[in-house]
């Protein structure tokens, strides 16, 4: 019913910077919470960066002052702007998304398919 798809990842020397975005389509009444996860070998996944329909956004600790979350929600779209990025950085990034669904007005969670940033030392 609803895709979420993720685009902007791809490998960067550290100090460098990369813009994801992820799109939601569907059956779409509306959109609450949007946010960022990430996952590296090895380690679970872990909350980067969220943000409100309202726009107050969330940051993970190690992320304060790098990243910044934003959103569109015209486009049923979330950014994540990565700046000042390090080999510690590295990891499946996945898009998450609470969704309003149009046929029953029922909040899902959704789930973005991943893109890979590889930050090089």
């Known amino acids: 019913q609803v895709q979420l798809v993720e685009f902007g990842g791809g490998l960067v020397p550290a100090g460098g910077s990369l813009r994801l975005s992820c799109t939601a389509s569907g059956s779409i009444f509306s959109i609450n919470a949007m946010a960022w996860y990430r996952q590296a070998p090895g380690r679970q996944r872990e909350l980067v960066a969220s943000?409100?329909?309202?726009?107050?956004?969330y940051y993970a600790d190690s992320v304060k002052g790098r990243f910044t979350i934003s959103r569109d929600n015209a486009k049923n779209t979330v950014y994540l702007q990565m700046n000042t990025l390090n080999p510690e950085d590295t990891a499946v990034y996945y898009c998450?998304?609470?969704?309003?669904?149009?046929?029953?007005?029922?909040?899902?969670?959704?789930w973005g398919q991943g893109t890979q940033v590889t930050v090089s030392s």
């Open positions: 943000i409100t329909s309202g726009g107050d956004a």
């Open positions: 998450n998304a609470h969704v309003v669904v149009s046929s029953s007005l029922r909040i899902f969670n959704y």
